[in-house]
């Protein structure tokens, strides 16, 4: 799960690291009156997308940049009232853009030098590691892809935690001296508390900065949350922005299912995330792209698998559906009854190859025959895959 800069910023505020003040609004008025609370020289308005690369992209109007200074509250309306209800592109968002609804406006902080600074799992140490580097700014990914040795890791001890004296190294590694560095590492253990306190996978502050009068600020912070960890956590739950989500996933989600909305064109419906990834894998195999990973469990319900089977029809990219079934707990008659109870409700639009094997098989089989369903039915994982491979060709030329 991610949540909003806006967000992120009270957050840092609760765990002590350091960043400028700033207020979220919705609408131009209400970012005319944020700015003349902070009442500071220079405010910086923030277009609030779940993507990074604001600064450097382009709202499909025409406009550029998500992130503007400005002098004067009328100004900051102006802005915000070019931003909101926009849709803004970066190179994160893909081409189709995040549509703006909140702008967060914040004192402007005088920048002497842009840092980089984010804790993250390691999945290779199986431990959190900070990341730090002196090219802070807009485009970490090059300076990790060109000049790598200006990138420092600091692996921590996932039970002691991050040492004092580690945060002092990276502060040395920042190219900072004296107060500085220890307000740099004040810093950063306050940033590590907060990652291990939220049960966060990622916390990105790009840029930190070093500003004119010597002050060392979280400018920018990008979350990420770990969703099994989510059931301790109902404050950061409550952050989540359903618009800025997948809507097809929002909807698996209300249904327990463990759907991931993908590019493709061949929906897959499984049991087992073994599984499901083996038939994604071989849908590619065959030449095909799936739409989805979808593991629909050991033990769902008739009306789970009926929402599961809905949210795949309703998908526009789907141009073919592959069930690929090996019953264990789960029962092939259950399967088949919730592909037929979401069939009372919709016809099927496109081609759908149905692989049944285990429990119950013969039993599902029959339903579905029974019903008159125009199903394509196969023997094996690789008989099914080349199936629905075919049926999406052949319904396209
Ligand atoms: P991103 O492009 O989505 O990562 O958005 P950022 O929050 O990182 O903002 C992009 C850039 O805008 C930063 O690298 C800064 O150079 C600039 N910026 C952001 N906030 C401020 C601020 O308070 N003062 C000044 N002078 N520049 C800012
Ligand atoms: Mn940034």
Do not use: W
């Given at each position: 799960m991610n949540i909003h800069?806006?967000q ?42 779940h ?174 949350f770990?969703?099994?960890?989510l ?5 950061i739950v409550a952050l989540r922005d359903f618009t800025e989500e997948?809507?097809?996933?929002v909807?698996?989600s ?144």
């Open positions: 800069e806006y992120a910023r009270d957050l840092f505020e609760k765990f002590g690291v350091a960043s400028p003040r700033g207020k979220m609004a919705s609408t131009p008025r209400e970012a005319e009156i944020a700015a003349q609370e902070l009442g500071t020289e220079k405010i910086v308005i923030k277009a609030q997308i993507a990074g690369g604001r600064g450097k992209g382009v709202f499909t109007n025409g406009f550029k940049g998500g992130v503007h200074t400005c002098s004067r509250p009328e100004e900051i309306r102006e802005m915000a009232a070019k931003m909101l209800g926009q849709t803004l592109v970066t190179h994160q968002t893909g081409p189709a853009g995040r549509m703006v609804n909140k702008v967060y406006v914040v004192e402007a902080a005088e920048i002497a030098k842009e840092l980089y600074l984010a804790i993250l799992l390691d999945r290779a140490s199986s431990a959190p590691v900070v990341i730090a580097s002196t090219q802070g700014g807009m485009d970490i990914e090059a300076v990790a892809a060109q000049t790598p040795e200006k990138i420092f890791r600091e692996s921590v001890h996932p039970l002691l935690g991050l040492q004092p004296f580690q945060a002092r190294k990276l502060a040395a590694a920042l190219g900072l001296h004296g107060p500085q560095a220890a307000q740099a590492a004040k810093l950063i253990l306050a940033l590590y508390k907060l990652f291990i306190t939220c049960d966060c996978s990622l916390v990105e502050v790009n840029p930190l900065v070093i500003t004119k009068t010597g002050e060392v600020l979280a400018l920018d912070a990008k979350f990420n770990d969703d099994n960890a059931y301790r956590h109902p404050e997948d809507p097809r996933e909807e698996a209300k249904y327990c299912l463990n759907y991931i909305g993908l590019e493709g064109n061949i929906a897959c419906l499984v049991n087992g995330a073994g599984l499901a990834m083996a038939t994604m894998d071989i849908i590619k195999h065959c030449g095909g792209e799936p739409a989805n990973f979808l593991d629909v469990g050991g033990s769902a319900t008739k009306e789970q698998v009926a929402a599961a089977f809905k949210i795949i029809l309703s998908d526009p990219n789907v141009k073919g559906i592959l069930v690929n079934i090996f019953g264990g707990i789960m029962r092939c008659d259950i399967i088949a009854e919730g592909i037929l109870a979401a069939m009372q409700e919709t016809h099927l639009p496109v081609p759908l190859v149905v692989r049944l094997e285990g429990s119950n098989a013969n039993l599902g089989k029959k339903l579905i025959k029974d019903s008159g369903l125009a199903v394509i039915s196969a023997d094996s994982l690789a008989d099914g895959a080349e199936k629905i491979v075919a049926a999406v060709k052949a319904q396209a030329a």
